[in-house]
Every structure is written in structure tokens, then in C-alpha cells.
Nanobody, 119 residues
Framework: VQLQASGGGLVQPGGSLRLSCAASGRILSVNTMGWYRQAPGEQREVVATITRDGTTAYADSVSGRFTISRDNYKDTVFLQMNSLDPQDTAVYYC??????????????WGQGTLVTVSS
């Protein structure tokens, strides 16, 4: 199973970006999916998560600005980021709990995509 993230880049403060992450491989089903981020010199932190039935949770720092969503048919999770602030600058990682064919339930991470908020 692989998670392929995309959508990062450079954006000015107040701007928007949309991240995507698609899971592929021997997948029976994808359970909870999420986005995490790690700023330079900081620990990785959770940004937002979404269950298969659409229940969402957000870090306080992004609540009201970021929206997580998913497409269960495409095993893809999205993160719409609005009103971006320089403190949102980080490498963003997608995460998924996956039921794998002929295996079991395992956790996977994407490769990370850099989001830089700067003028």
C-alpha cells in the first residue's frame, strides 16, 4: 500500500492551498485518514482526521480555516487550507489506517509535501 500526497507549495499569507493524498495497493478498505504536519525543529502534530463515515476532528490551531474531506471510492483524502499563516509552514503528511488484502489492518504514511507560507 502506498499513499501519494500532492498539492503543497509556496503561498502568501491569507492564501489557500488544497492537499490531496491517494491510497493505492492491495486495499480492502481505508478506515480513518488524516493529515499531520511537522515544522522545522518541531514534533509531528495532528492537523485533522476523518473517519470512513465522515466524522472529522481538527487541531485547535486550524479549526475554522482548514477542512478535511475524503472520497471513499477513490481512497483519497483532501485538506483545504484557507487563511494560511506563516505558522502553518511545515511538511504535511497524510496518514491512513488500511485493511490490507491477505494481511490485516496497518497504518501507512505518505511521503510528505512541503507547504510554505511567506510573503
Amino acid at each position: 500500500v502506498q499513499l501519494q500526497a500532492s498539492g503543497g507549495g509556496l503561498v502568501q499569507p491569507g492564501g489557500s492551498l488544497r492537499l490531496s493524498c491517494a491510497a493505492s495497493g492491495r486495499i480492502l478498505s481505508v478506515n480513518t485518514m488524516g493529515w499531520y504536519r511537522q515544522a522545522p525543529g518541531e514534533q509531528r502534530e495532528v492537523v485533522a482526521t476523518i473517519t470512513r463515515d465522515g466524522t472529522t476532528a481538527y487541531a485547535d490551531s486550524v479549526s475554522g480555516r482548514f477542512t478535511i474531506s475524503r472520497d471513499n471510492y477513490k481512497d483519497t483524502v483532501f485538506l483545504q487550507m484557507n487563511s494560511l499563516d506563516p505558522q502553518d509552514t511545515a511538511v504535511y503528511y497524510c496518514n491512513a489506517i488500511v485493511r490490507v488484502l491477505y494481511s490485516g489492518t496497518e497504518e501507512y504514511w505518505g511521503q510528505g509535501t512541503l507547504v510554505t507560507v511567506s510573503s
